[in-house]
């Protein structure tokens, strides 16, 4: 008998948002197959159905969630809520990413991949100061969300990017009082 695609997805969903809940508390290293089994509530061999292992799990949520970004900001210009606004989706899986357990291997993979398409950043081979300007760009934004996200959102998202922007076009002197 065939496998049923809803079941399937079910159970790797399952495996996946379990993960995403023990990463959101402690590192990868001290996380178990095991833990995320039983916390799924599903047996080891299920989770060798769907995963290699934890760090294949966690490749396959990178994936998935870049890819998604990617798919959504394919759609057309998107301004710089917009783009929050999509790394606001899928909570769970943003916790443990940009979490304090979360690797920068992840962050580097999104400006990698997915924020210099969105702003449409490209250099010349003679232009060597722009990748310095879009590094410090990048990590700045990508740096006080993280913070935004483990401050539990304490100030609303439009008051983030209005001080992104402000910070951007005043500096730091125009923002600090």
Not at 34 to 60: M, P, V
Not at 122 to 129: G, I, N
Not at 141 to 166: F, G
């Amino acid at each position: 008998m065939g496998k049923q695609p809803e079941k399937t997805e079910r159970t790797r969903k399952a495996f996946i948002d379990a993960f995403c809940i023990l990463y959101s508390q402690k590192p990868i290293e001290q996380i178990s197959v095991q833990e995320i089994a039983n916390k799924a509530g599903y047996n080891r061999s299920s989770f060798y159905q769907h995963f290699c292992d934890i760090y294949d799990l966690l490749n396959i949520l990178e994936n998935d969630v870049l890819d998604s970004l990617r798919k959504e900001l394919s759609k057309g210009e998107r301004s710089f809520q917009d783009i929050l606004a999509l790394f606001n989706g899928g909570e769970l899986y943003m916790d443990a990413l940009f979490g304090d357990y979360g690797g920068t291997h992840f962050i580097e993979r999104v400006k990698a991949s997915v924020l210099h398409e969105a702003y449409e950043l490209t250099t010349t081979e003679a232009d060597l100061v722009s990748p310095y300007l879009m590094e410090f760009h990048l990590s700045t934004v990508l740096s006080l969300y993280r913070l935004w996200r483990r401050r539990q959102r304490d100030i609303p998202a439009e008051d983030l990017l209005r001080l992104i922007h402000n910070l951007y076009t005043g500096g730091i002197s125009a923002v600090a009082k």
